[in-house]
């Protein structure tokens, strides 16, 4: 099940079912996936923020460069964690419920981009997931990534991403190219 990490909660119903030969109706899939996400905000009491989350965002803060995130969680679910990150400002949030079509599907993503007014193949989108490489793919944007989280570097790359060990190295990355101050 490692495979659906990423993809919005939905098809993950979806997904388990089929596996035991079973269908899920819409609103019954809607049901789980929403008492799943309550469940979870039970759980996540206490979130640690992935290593160089915050730093890379606080750095995006200060530049010119547009950003937001992009999840196929709810946008209530992210509450809790978001928070953790500690930054000046709550971030732009595009969630799974604005959408027909969550990760691996594109359409999450592009409307994150119409959100930012710019071109999908003008941005990029860091992910940890095959379901989020994959997504951005379809979108067009440049995968990036993170071989820390819930896919190893083979997977990764196989779902189409350029590959970094940290978000460390992509603040590096966008510093090398002048996109951020030093």
Same mark, same amino acid.
């Given at each position: 099940?490692?495979?659906?990490?990423?993809? &919005?909660?939905?098809?993950?119903?979806?997904? @388990?079912?089929?596996?035991?030969?079973?269908? @899920?109706?819409?609103?019954?899939?809607?049901?789980?996936?929403?008492?799943?996400?309550?469940? $979870?905000?039970?759980? *996540?009491? *206490?979130?640690? %923020?992935? $290593?160089?989350?915050?730093?890379?965002?606080?750095?995006?803060?200060?530049?010119?460069?547009?950003?937001?995130?992009?999840?196929? #969680?709810? !946008?209530?679910? %992210? %509450?809790?964690?978001?928070?953790?990150?500690?930054?000046?400002?709550?971030?732009?949030?595009?969630?799974?419920?604005?959408?027909?079509?969550?990760?691996? !599907?594109?359409?999450?993503?592009?409307?994150?981009?119409?959100?930012?007014?710019?071109?999908? *193949?003008?941005?990029?989108?860091?992910?940890?997931?095959?379901? &989020?490489?994959?997504?951005?793919?379809?979108?067009?944007?440049? !995968? @990036?990534? @993170?071989? $820390?989280?819930?896919?190893?570097?083979?997977?990764?790359? #196989?779902?189409?991403?350029?590959?970094?060990?940290?978000?460390?190295?992509?603040?590096?990355?966008?510093?090398?190219?002048?996109?951020?101050?030093?």
């Amino acid at each position: 099940m490692s495979e659906l990490i990423g993809a &919005d909660g939905k098809k993950l119903v979806r997904e @388990v079912a089929e596996r035991d030969g079973r269908t @899920v109706s819409r609103d019954d899939q809607e049901r789980i996936d929403k008492r799943a996400g309550e469940i $979870y905000d039970q759980l *996540n009491t *206490n979130p640690r %923020t992935t $290593y160089g989350s915050r730093s890379l965002l606080l750095a995006l803060e200060k530049s010119t460069l547009k950003w937001a995130i992009a999840t196929s #969680s709810r !946008a209530e679910q %992210t %509450t809790v964690s978001i928070r953790a990150l500690a930054l000046p400002e709550r971030p732009e949030l595009i969630d799974g419920s604005h959408v027909e079509h969550a990760k691996p !599907a594109p359409d999450l993503l592009i409307l994150a981009a119409e959100k930012l007014k710019t071109r999908p *193949n003008a941005c990029w989108y860091v992910g940890d997931s095959t379901w &989020d490489m994959r997504a951005a793919t379809a979108a067009g944007m440049v !995968a @990036v990534g @993170v071989a $820390y989280g819930a896919a190893p570097d083979s997977e990764l790359l #196989s779902a189409g991403a350029d590959v970094v060990t940290t978000l460390g190295d992509v603040e590096s990355d966008l510093r090398e190219r002048g996109l951020l101050s030093a």
